[in-house]
């Protein structure tokens, strides 16, 4: 929101307006504008990560699919699988101390252990997980999960994947001027006339054309896929 009383906007990640406004704080020259969030879902809902996000994809083309599966089962099994592919041996790599994963002083950081692996995150079991501690720092995951669900949703068009190729040349386009654009918020260089330079940039890439082009297929995916 500028002064003057116009307004731009961008789609960006929650919390952006608070870093973008204490960046303003240090430039004399930004001082005409400010950044504020509007959210895109009712309730100040923040919208969730598709399931997709981490998991694992077992090649077609994979001659073990099945051992795949059964390891996986494996894991989820019991409480005893589950805790050494998460956290590894116990007694090496942890203790537990009532019904809490406690790391061993010898590890440096999270890092250094089992749990840390990002990969791993993909088969997390909130019925399994284990409340951890590494020092005086303690890491619950179902209570984080549990405030994930509370504030968060899946969009509704969770499922839609958009086929890009015949508006690639625009969305190659759109995507440079978006970055640029963001890079020049980020170095406090980005001023009120450079909104109006934004939108002719978008507007000659095609913008209407991608829009339409996108929308089609979303129509398309509702009808086949919300009845």
């Known amino acids: 929101m500028y002064k003057s009383g116009q307004c731009a906007a961008i789609l ?6 608070t870093y973008y406004n204490i960046l303003n704080l240090s430039d004399e020259d930004s001082n005409n504008h400010t950044y ?31 051992r795949v599966l059964m390891f996986l089962d494996w894991i989820q099994s019991s409480q005893e699988n589950y805790r050494l592919f998460r956290y590894g041996l ?4 942890y203790n537990l101390v009532n019904q809490s994963v406690s790391m061993l002083q010898t590890s440096e950081s999270l890092d250094d252990m ?9 088969i997390m079991n909130m019925e399994l997980e284990d409340p951890y501690w590494m020092g005086d720092r303690s890491q619950d995951s179902t209570q984080q999960w549990e405030e ?19 508006a690639y040349n625009c969305f190659n386009t759109r995507r440079s001027t978006y970055n640029e654009t963001l890079m020049r918020m980020k170095s406090r260089q980005y001023q009120q006339e ?7 940039k978008m507007k000659k890439a095609g913008t209407d054309a991608f829009v339409q082009g996108i929308q089609q297929q979303l129509d398309q995916w509702r009808k086949e896929n919300m009845q």
């Not at 895109?40 to 699919?65: C, H, M, T």
């Not at 089992?114 to 993909?122: D, M, P, R, S, T």
Request: glycine letters at 8%.
């Open 114 to 122: 089992f749990v840390n692996w990002y990969g791993g995150k993909a």
């Open 90 to 93: 116990e007694g090496r790599d």
């Open 36 to 66: 504020t969030e509007f959210p895109l879902f009712q309730e100040n809902k923040a919208s969730r990560l598709s399931p997709l996000f981490l998991s694992f994809v077992i090649s077609g083309q994979s001659r073990n699919k099945e």
């Open 12 to 17: 960006t990640e929650m919390g952006d307006s």
């Open 148 to 166: 994930v669900c509370k504030n968060t949703e899946y969009p509704p068009h969770s499922g839609f994947l958009p086929d890009y190729n015949a």
């Open 194 to 200: 450079d909104s109006e330079k934004y939108i002719e």
